[in-house]
């Protein structure tokens, strides 16, 4: 005896994770998976002030996204907001009652990201008004303010307005060996080589290795540090790390648009 056989569509599941209050979790959009739904649970007794944060792990970002706050008991959306730099407050919500809740982000035009590429970002829950993260200026930009065959001069702008606490910037330089000169912003700096490692400097406390300078240029505080060593010739790339904790502990930190050197080959 023979059966005939048949197919069965599996429906698509959506890619779902659970948000833990005040850590970030990764968020991959690809052709197969455009939207990424975590879930979130408000387990007080009192509504509370409630704040999302989102970073790109690609600076500047390739594409907007799109994050939305949903109650998943009815699925009522509660907020929405389009982010298309590589940090942003997302939503800020407040008298959050408690409960379960869903939280989407999905590429603001509703496309998909083409075959192979892939949108990669964070996402950051809590319910304190305090950021986990650093301030960055709106030009978050490290430039190159002289060079030569042995060495360059960079400089990154600071943020316009005091910060509560002070910040600590961290600088890397290491050459670039492929044609491609991309960076994980979204990786933490101490999984890079010690090697790399130039200088880190806390702004407003003295503290800190290697020379690095605060000026105003243009009417904006700016750090300014001198790398030496470098080979005539070579390409190298120039990050800037910021975070908001003295401490090696660090959990949350921004890292500034990378800079490209090509170092002359006769001084």
């Given at each position: 005896?023979?059966?005939?056989?048949?197919?069965?569509?599996?429906?698509?599941?959506?890619?779902?994770?659970?948000?833990?209050?005040g850590?970030?979790?990764?968020v991959?959009?690809?052709?197969?998976?455009?939207?990424k739904?975590?879930?979130?649970?408000q387990t007080?007794?009192?509504?509370?002030?409630?704040?999302?944060?989102?970073?790109?792990c690609?600076?500047?970002?390739?594409?907007?996204?799109?994050?939305?706050?949903?109650?998943e008991?009815?699925?009522?959306?509660?907020?929405?907001?389009v982010?298309?730099?590589?940090?942003?407050?997302?939503?800020?919500?407040?008298?959050?009652?408690?409960?379960?809740?869903?939280?989407?982000?999905?590429?603001?035009?509703?496309?998909?990201?083409p075959g192979?590429?892939?949108h990669?970002?964070t996402?950051?829950?809590?319910?304190?008004d305090?950021?986990?993260?650093?301030?960055?200026?709106?030009?978050?930009r490290?430039?190159?303010?002289?060079?030569?065959c042995?060495?360059?001069?960079?400089?990154w702008p600071?943020p316009?307005?005091?910060?509560?606490?002070?910040?600590?910037?961290?600088?890397?330089?290491?050459?670039?060996?492929?044609?491609?000169?991309e960076?994980?912003?979204?990786?933490?700096?101490?999984?890079?080589?010690?090697?790399?490692?130039?200088s880190?400097?806390?702004?407003?406390?003295?503290?800190?290795s290697?020379?690095?300078?605060?000026?105003?240029?243009?009417g904006?505080?700016?750090?300014?540090?001198?790398?030496?060593g470098?080979?005539?010739?070579?390409?190298?790339?120039v990050?800037?790390?910021?975070?908001?904790?003295?401490?090696?502990?660090?959990?949350?930190?921004?890292?500034?648009e990378?800079?490209?050197?090509?170092?002359?080959?006769t001084?």
């Amino acid at each position: 005896m023979s059966y005939k056989g048949a197919s069965v569509r599996i429906p698509r599941r959506r890619s779902s994770g659970r948000l833990v209050d005040g850590r970030s979790s990764r968020v991959v959009l690809k052709t197969s998976r455009p939207e990424k739904s975590l879930k979130y649970r408000q387990t007080g007794r009192v509504p509370v002030n409630f704040n999302i944060y989102v970073r790109s792990c690609e600076v500047p970002p390739r594409k907007a996204v799109r994050v939305q706050l949903e109650r998943e008991a009815d699925g009522e959306v509660l907020a929405t907001h389009v982010v298309d730099t590589s940090f942003q407050k997302a939503l800020s919500v407040s008298s959050l009652q408690p409960g379960s809740y869903r939280i989407k982000m999905s590429t603001a035009d509703g496309t998909p990201p083409p075959g192979g590429r892939r949108h990669r970002w964070t996402v950051l829950a809590t319910t304190d008004d305090r950021s986990p993260y650093p301030r960055l200026p709106a030009d978050a930009r490290v430039r190159l303010a002289a060079e030569n065959c042995r060495s360059v001069t960079v400089a990154w702008p600071l943020p316009t307005e005091g910060t509560p606490v002070p910040q600590s910037y961290c600088v890397y330089v290491e050459p670039v060996v492929t044609s491609s000169a991309e960076l994980n912003a979204c990786s933490r700096p101490r999984r890079r080589r010690k090697s790399v490692k130039v200088s880190c400097h806390v702004t407003g406390s003295g503290a800190g290795s290697g020379r690095v300078q605060l000026e105003e240029r243009d009417g904006n505080r700016t750090a300014i540090q001198t790398i030496s060593g470098m080979k005539p010739g070579r390409r190298y790339a120039v990050d800037v790390y910021a975070s908001s904790s003295m401490t090696k502990k660090t959990k949350e930190f921004l890292v500034y648009e990378r800079l490209i050197v090509d170092v002359p080959s006769t001084c």
